[in-house]
């Protein structure tokens, strides 16, 4: 059974810090994983998605690199701003088809300081 | 181009009764999941629809259920609604290609809050 984790559970930083989230899981024959964003209340936004042939990918401030064998994948944000502050979760998905679910982990909450 | 709706976005409901959650999802996208989210379990999967048939079903009892229709649409209902029942459920979307529906990302709904008193 897939297990996703990550680490650290809260984290609260001064605007303008780069950081980075991390993410492990147990079964390594993933098809992609995702990087979501979450507001309070709100549904989950997709940030980054990697295939399970891919090192990396970047959209603006973010990088996301996955290293498939070692079960690992993070998130980085560069610059960080208030506006940042969010819940951000990883999922990944076993196959290609549907009837592939999502596992995800338990979430970072990170918060942004003025 | 619209994103994933759901309705209602919130409903209070009593134990005992059945409620009926709605979603649509992104034009051309043919897959949709269902997830249920609450603080102490985080997001559990629910079931995957595709083509109106259900794909995969999580480990949820049978007094959940789902349907999708033929335009995409799907709808999950909850029979016999217990306390443990209040969660955000969300509804997620997938363009999918060929005839085993091979998954693209996926987009989340804003959820329906449910609350059962």
């Known amino acids: 059974k897939q297990e996703v984790t990550q680490i650290p559970a809260a984290l609260s930083v001064p605007e303008g810090e780069n950081l980075v989230l991390n993410c492990s899981f147990t079964d390594s024959a993933i098809y992609n994983l995702q990087w979501f964003r979450q507001d309070p209340g709100k549904g989950l936004t997709s940030l980054l998605l990697?295939?399970?042939?891919?090192r990396e990918q970047t959209s603006g401030r973010l990088n996301a690199s996955l290293d498939k064998s070692s079960g690992r994948s993070t998130l980085y944000i560069a610059a960080s701003q208030p506006g940042d502050s969010a819940t951000y979760l990883c999922?990944?998905?076993?196959?290609?088809?549907?009837?592939?679910?999502?596992?995800f982990g338990e979430g970072t909450q990170l918060t942004v300081n003025p | 181009k619209a994103g994933v709706t759901q309705t209602p976005r919130y409903l209070i409901k009593t134990r005992g009764q059945q409620v009926t959650l709605s979603c649509s999802p992104i034009s051309g996208h043919r897959s949709v999941s269902w997830y249920q989210q609450t603080p102490g379990q985080g997001l559990q999967f629910l079931f995957e629809y595709f083509s109106e048939t259900q794909r995969n079903k999580g480990n949820f009892p049978g007094r959940f259920s789902g349907r999708q229709f033929s335009n995409s649409r799907s709808e999950m209902n909850v029979s016999t609604l217990e306390l443990g029942d209040s969660a955000l459920y969300l509804c997620?979307?997938?363009?999918?290609?060929?005839?085993?529906?091979?998954?693209?990302?996926?987009?989340f709904g804003p959820g329906t809050r449910l609350t059962v008193l």
């Open positions: 999922a990944v998905r076993r196959g290609e088809t549907s009837g592939s679910r999502l596992t």
């Open positions: 990697i295939q399970s042939s891919q």
């Open positions: 997620a979307s997938s363009r999918s290609s060929g005839l085993a529906g091979i998954l693209g990302e996926q987009f």
